[in-house]
């Protein structure tokens, strides 16, 4: 178990940065996820915690050692690879002992470490298969059995799960957090999927074109987004903006509409342009607000997610952008081309500057 | 009814068209088998005769019993064996390494020695090895192959290393091997198949190899297709044995060419090498 | 600010000061065959450079003559004409292969009972052993014992003089090169056929296309790579082609069928004219190497236009 402590970390190929200045400090048996679009930065960063990418400037630390010239293979640490990296031509027993007996370790000590990983990973039966025999599912086992199995400082996952289909991988989601659970171990993980961050971690980084938007604890994040990237990024469906500007106690969208800040209003802003936030459950029937068209209605059982279409905008392509998104838990007899007005509750609001994107 | 007629009489023109297409290859091997199998005056009848009333195996039993051929059996086996083996052991690890690197400029000059004609290699290494007193041995022989057998064998292996995910040796790396341990349990296990490639075709081609025998080799380090060049030419022999010898040096490789077809087209196509 | 951008600057800069790297180095691995290649094939090479301009025949002192062995090559007849024998022979043996082996691996690109086996007795040619192969077709060539002779005689032809006669001894060469490669063709074409899309073709299917039509506006332009790859290679060995050559005619009757190849080693190993025969192996890599240069230049322009079917 360990810290890990990333400071001012940057990382460039040739002339063009990748990594621009990112620092995380990372607790002992924290669960850390790294959560960004595709492109921004993730798996650069995790294969510089690794030792796989050289560190262009800056310093990664495990337990206050600076690790930067330290080769993997001194670095005490496990990853799970997105493809598995399954040794093809070694048994599942040979795969999980293969850092093991690198390692010289006695013969006693392997077989007692595997079994015990197979044992909390539910592998015993296929410890002699090769990875070809086994399926999606259990070859992501055994990549983390190998991990396990390693005891090592830190566990790095790189979008473990993104070869699963979908139900698999909410199974595997749980597990994995389980496992973290049981074994305490110091842990950073990369994906793509924001609900997997939002489920899985107890601390998220945002990031974005190889900068951090924001770190905090998922509800953090969703309650208090610092800039509209994280607001958007985060929370499924993603939260709906409307352009407009501060005025008295209120805010007014480009179409006159009013809506409510609750007396939020930031000092000496009167008539300032502004971005409104709110996310799509939030919305509410309200007297005064926005009024807009129901284009789609679609009930999933549970909840019920419409697209709205402000009045005062056409069904153009640029219009599309405006259309907002209202989901609600109760069921609804609305249909499509009925007029509503809607608000949220206005704690529940956000406001963004438009230019920098930093929350108001 | 029309329509599955037509697809039987699709596959039949289709078999017939694939039967044509093999006959040169098939009908020109048999007529070896046919003239290494008749005695003089049956391969000087005209019209000529495919199958004789008597075998003449003695054809076969004379090439055999004369111990030379025996000798020079042995000699294309050593020179073949030692070129191949040394090749691997040298050019596995570099075809590993140039991947790795992806020194991919590093493979012209693989390509150019390639296109390099065989005879002006023979020049300056024929001065050299008389320099070096190595004529009468198989040293030089050996040593030529190489020229043969090192770039067939890097080339198939840096296509083959760069095919194998990068991915596992970082897995390896993560575990704690280091460069060799990741090079000797994990790339070249897995490369095997490429290695089986690389080791028939070097094998092949240096078996093949005529033009820097009939240079470097002596009376006694003559491999086999320059002994039987010789027999063409110095002793004068009949059609018989003569056909027998030539069917006797080609045949291991006929046999693995049929046997091991799959490896030598995968090598072949993903290289498209030749030796000498 | 401006702290923390000077703080960062140092991290970089001691990082980057640093020599020792994560990564292993994979030199040590090439090493070794580095050592070879240089010993075997760059020496060689330099060494036929630094000899052509020496007059060095074995047995005989050496001295530098500078180009003087190059200006005796221009007026070599003898070497005009291996060149000019050289060059019909490489453009047969490039074009009957090509044109058979291209038939060839469309009539394996279907679903074949036994289609390894096949597979495998088409390309023994290639892969046979060239002087044993060489010995049989000298008996086939025979004009009186020969069995080809004898089939001609068959359907009223003949009989030919075949290699024992200047005038068809280049063609009945290029008879045994083209026998002997016509399966690499098909085997590159092979692959290239596999690697096509199947839409088009049902597509064309739909369409109303023909076979032929299919084959020439489909098929055609998207082998053309592949084509591309079997015209350098099929180049460069025809060239290089000394084995069945030397075996068969040693490039007789007289020179009818001496290429360079054999030319060069007449020069080198029968007469020992050592610097000469360098100057030779010179202009002919030379020669081998800019037809490459053209081939591959011809090849990568087929690869732009190969979609549009010209
Ligand atoms: N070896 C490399 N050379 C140049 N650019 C690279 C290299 N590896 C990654 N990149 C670039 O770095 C960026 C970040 O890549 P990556 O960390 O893989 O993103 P993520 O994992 O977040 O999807 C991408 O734009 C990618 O194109
Ligand atoms: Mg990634």
Known sequence: MASVSIRNVRKSYGPVEIIKGVSIDIQDGEFVILVGPSGCGKSTLLRMIAGLEEISGGTVAIDDRVVNDMPPKDRDIAMVFQNYALYPHMTIADNMSFALRLKNTAKSEITAKVERAAGILGLGPLLDRFPRQLSGGQRQRVAMGRAIVRDPKVFLFDEPLSNLDAKLRVQMRTEIKEMHQRLKTTTVYVTHDQIEAMTMADKIVVMHDGIIEQIGAPLDLYDHPANMFVAGFIGSPAMNFIPGSIGGDGFTTEDGSRLPLGGRVPAASDGRPAVYGVRPEHFRLADEGLAAEVVVVEPTGSETQMVLRPLGTKAGREDRKRELTWVLRERTGARPGEVVRIAPDPALAHLFNPDTGLRL | ?276 | MSILTSSDRVAGAASVGRTKRLRPSYWPFVVPALVVVVGVIVFPWVFTLWMSAMEWRIGEEQRFVGLQNYVRLATDVRFLEAMGHTLVYTALSVVAPLVLGTAAALAFNTKLPARGLLRGIFVMPMMATPVAIALVWTMMFHPQLGVLNYLLSLVGIGPLQWVYHPSTVILSLVLVETWQWTPLVMLIVLGGLASLPTEPYESAQIDGATAWQRFRYLTLPMIKPFLMVAVIIRSIDALKSFDILYTITQGGPGTASETINLYLYSVAFTYYDIGYGSAIAVVFFVLIILLSLVLLHLRQRSAWNSGDGK
């Not at chain 2, 049956?42 to 008597?54: H, K």
């Not at chain 2, 050019?91 to 002006?120: F, N, Q, W």
């Not at chain 2, 004068?236 to 087209?265: D, H």
């Open chain 2, 1 to 276: 009814m029309s329509r599955p007629l037509r697809k039987l009489l699709d596959k039949a023109g289709m078999a017939v068209c694939v039967l044509l297409l093999v006959s040169p290859a098939l009908l020109f091997f048999l007529w070896m088998l046919s003239l290494s199998l008749k005695f003089e005056i049956d391969n000087g009848a005209y019209p000529p005769i495919l199958i004789p009333e008597r075998f003449a195996w003695k054809n076969y039993t004379t090439i055999l019993e004369g111990n030379s051929f025996l000798l020079y059996f042995w000699n294309s086996l050593i020179v073949t064996g030692a070129a191949t083996l040394f090749a691997l052991l040298v050019g596995v690890p570099a075809g590993y390494g140039i991947a790795r690197m992806r020194a991919h400029k590093s493979a012209v000059v693989i390509m150019i020695a390639r296109m390099t004609p065989g005879l002006s290699f023979l020049i300056p290494l024929f001065l050299l090895f008389q320099w070096l007193g190595l004529l009468g041995t198989l040293w030089p022989q050996i040593i030529i192959h190489l020229v043969v057998t090192v770039p067939i064998v890097i080339w198939i292996m840096i296509g083959y290393f760069e095919t194998t995910p990068m991915e596992l040796e970082e897995a390896a790396m993560v575990d704690g091997a280091t460069r060799w341990q990741i090079f000797a349990k994990v790339a070249l296990p897995i490369a095997k198949p490429g290695i089986v490639v690389a080791f028939i075709l070097s094998v092949i081609f240096s078996w093949n190899n005529f033009v820097f025998g009939i240079v470097l080799a002596s009376r006694e380090t003559r491999t086999l297709p320059v002994a039987v060049y010789n027999m063409l030419s110095f002793e004068q022999v009949s059609w018989g044995p003569l056909a027998a010898a030539a069917l006797v040096v080609t045949l291991p490789v006929l046999i693995l060419t049929v046997a091991a077809q799959r490896q030598i087209v995968a090598g072949l196509t993903a290289g498209a090498v030749k030796g000498g």
